[in-house]
C-alpha cells in the first residue's frame, strides 16, 4: 500500500519510519530539505512537490505545525483537496484551529474526497513506540477504512464523533492539562530543590503518591534530570494550543481565569526566547526568575 505523510518534524518522522518499518511504501513531503534527505535515508521515498506525493496513494498523513500550514498543505492552489482524486483517504494529525478542520472537512464533503482530522497525543516518544492515542473527528465509516494502518502507529484509536472539530477539542482538552502539569512541576520541582529535596529520590516517592503524573515523569526524567531541553514537544506548540483551548473557551462562554493565567505564563516564556525549547525548560525559567527576585528581596533589604 502506498501511503503518503507531509510534515517530517518531530512527529512525522518516527511515524514514518514505522511505516517503512512495517512494510508500508512511504512517500513524504517537507519543506525542510534535510527533513526529506533524513527520510530518505530510512529508506522512504522523498517526494519533491505534493503533486508527486500524491501520486498513487491510497492514504495520506500530514504532520503540520500549524493552521497556516494546513490551510496550505490542504487548500491551498496546489493542496491536497485540489490534487487528489477520491479514492485517497486524508487524515490530518496535527493540532491546529478547531474552524480549520471544520473547514477542511466541509471542502473534502464538497469534492466527495474522504478526510479525518485526528490528533495525536503521546509525545516523540509515542511515536517512536507505536504508543500514540488517535483522537479522531469525522465519518465513523471513513474511519473504520483506515483503523488498521493507524493501528500500526498508535495503541489508542478513538472515535469522539463524526463532527471535524471534535477530535481537535478533544486534544485541546487533553494539552490544557499538559500545560498546567508542566507549570506545577516546574514550580514544585524547584521548590523540592530549594528546599534541599534530592530530585531523583522525591521522584521515586511521589511516582508512587497521588503527586504522580505521566507529565513529571515525562518532564523530570527525559528533560529536567538531564538539563536538556531539545524537544520533544516545544514550548511554542503547547502554547499554540492553549491558545485554541482558551478560544474554544471563550466561544463556549466558558471562564477560566487560571488556564488564562497559565497562556500568560507561557506566553510571557515564549517572548523571552524559550519557545523553540521542550515545554520542560519551564522549570529552568522558574529557577532563573527565582534568582531575580531572591537578587531583588536583597538590594532592597
Ligand atoms: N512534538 C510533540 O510531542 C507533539 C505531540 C502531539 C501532537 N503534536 C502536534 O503534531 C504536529 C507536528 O508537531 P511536531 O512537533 O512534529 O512539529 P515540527 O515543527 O517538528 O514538524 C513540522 C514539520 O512540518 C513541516 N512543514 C511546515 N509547513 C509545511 C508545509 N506547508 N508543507 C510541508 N511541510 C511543512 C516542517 O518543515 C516540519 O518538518 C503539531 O500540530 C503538534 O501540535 C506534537
Known amino acids: 500500500m502506498q501511503i503518503g505523510l507531509i510534515g517530517l518534524g518531530n512527529m512525522g518522522m518516527p511515524m514514518s519510519k514505522n511505516l517503512l518499518s512495517s512494510g508500508y511504501s512511504v512517500r513524504g513531503f517537507d519543506l525542510n530539505k534535510q527533513a526529506l534527505e533524513t527520510f530518505a535515508a530510512a529508506g522512504g521515498e522523498a517526494a519533491g512537490t505534493m503533486e508527486e506525493l500524491v501520486e498513487n496513494c491510497e492514504l495520506i498523513l500530514t504532520s503540520l505545525p500549524s493552521t497556516e500550514a494546513a490551510e496550505s498543505v490542504y487548500l491551498g492552489k496546489d493542496g491536497l483537496l485540489a490534487l487528489c482524486p477520491t479514492s485517497v483517504v486524508l487524515v490530518d494529525t496535527s493540532t491546529i484551529a478547531p474552524e480549520m478542520e471544520l473547514e477542511i472537512g466541509k471542502q473534502a464533503d464538497a469534492k466527495g474526497v474522504s478526510f479525518l482530522a485526528a490528533p495525536v497525543s503521546g509525545g ?5 513506540n507505536r504508543t500514540l492515542t488517535f483522537m479522531v473527528g469525522g465519518p465513523k465509516a471513513v474511519l473504520e477504512g483506515v483503523q488498521s494502518h493507524l493501528s500500526t502507529l498508535g495503541s489508542n ?18 494539552n490544557l492539562l499538559i500545560g498546567f502539569y508542566t507549570a506545577g512541576v516546574a514550580e514544585a520541582l524547584n521548590l523540592a530543590r530549594e528546599s534541599g529535596l534530592n530530585l531523583e529520590f522525591l521522584f521515586n516517592v511521589l511516582n508512587v503518591s497521588y503527586g504522580q503524573s505521566r507529565i513529571y515523569e515525562r518532564n523530570y526524567k527525559t528533560f529536567i534530570a538531564n538539563d536538556d531541553y531539545d524537544p520533544g514537544f516545544t514550548l511554542k506548540l503547547l502554547n499554540k494550543d492553549l491558545r485554541f483551548a482558551m478560544d474554544l473557551a471563550k466561544q463556549r ?22 519557545g523553540d525549547k521542550d515545554m520542560s525548560v519551564m522549570y529552568e525559567r522558574v529557577g532563573n526568575q527565582s534568582i531575580s527576585f531572591k537578587a531583588e528581596k536583597e538590594r532592597l533589604t
Open 124 to 128: 516523540v516518544v509515542g511515536a517512536e
Open 157 to 174: 484509536v478513538f472515535h469522539i464523533s463524526e463532527s471535524y472539530d471534535s477530535g481537535t477539542n478533544a486534544k485541546l482538552i487533553n
Open 253 to 274: 462562554g466558558v471562564d477560566l481565569p487560571m488556564s488564562q493565567a497559565l497562556v500568560d505564563l507561557y506566553q510571557d516564556a515564549e517572548d523571552a526566547g524559550l
